[in-house]
């Protein structure tokens, strides 16, 4: 019996627009972390330095190893535009 | 335990801080974000230990902000030294390090071989040494076969 291929072709459209779609899925994660995988398991430590790595280089992945820090980051705190809480 | 929640109830328009200047101008702050410091925190670790120390008791005296700026700022200036030491001595070796843990979510057991690099760099130059306090036979980053490698 000669082979079925009419059933082949939905499995390559389904195999297709996985594809398709985690390669897509893979370039907007990698495009958001400036072409680094995301970073996961984070705990407050995690956040708190992804939070000083943003206020020291402007970017939300971006490293740097300078040894002074620049002079805005003494008062780019968020904190200091904390609303009071009465 | 103190708690920690990022500042989200935000002014929003324009905003000026009703605050007075501070007297002095502010004290110089460790430029080096968090890769680059997890890639040299055992050799900040061994080089400032005393510094750090120090810091450590007297919080543990009084936690009030306070009460061990001078201290604190020991110890940052103890560890921008290291810095300024690493960048003239074993940059490459370094950025390549903490460009590789970047890649990997910041885990060390990803990035053995340019730590293995790294660490050789920083002890021919400077003498330092990464020791993990309480490894019982030979320390991982010491070991030659391991899973990840």
Partial sequence: ?86 | MSTFREASHITTGKFVDPTPAPAEAAHPEVGATSAPLKSAAFFIGSYCKDYNEDFMLCKDENNDPAHCLKEGRKVTRCAMDLITKLRENCEKEWEAHYKCLEKHNQEYYACRKPERTFNECVFSKLKLEKVIPGASNTPIHLRENTIYN
């Fill in chain 1, 1 to 86: 019996m000669p082979v079925p291929f009419e059933a082949l072709i939905p499995l390559g459209l389904i195999t297709g627009f996985f594809g398709v779609s985690g390669f897509f899925f893979q370039k907007l994660k990698t495009s958001i972390n400036e072409g680094q995988p995301p970073r996961f398991g984070l705990d407050r430590w995690d956040r708190v330095m992804l939070d000083r790595d943003y206020r020291l280089t402007g970017t939300q992945r971006g490293q740097a190893h300078e040894t002074a820090a620049p002079s805005a980051f003494s008062t780019n705190s968020a904190w200091n535009l904390e609303k009071e809480h009465l």
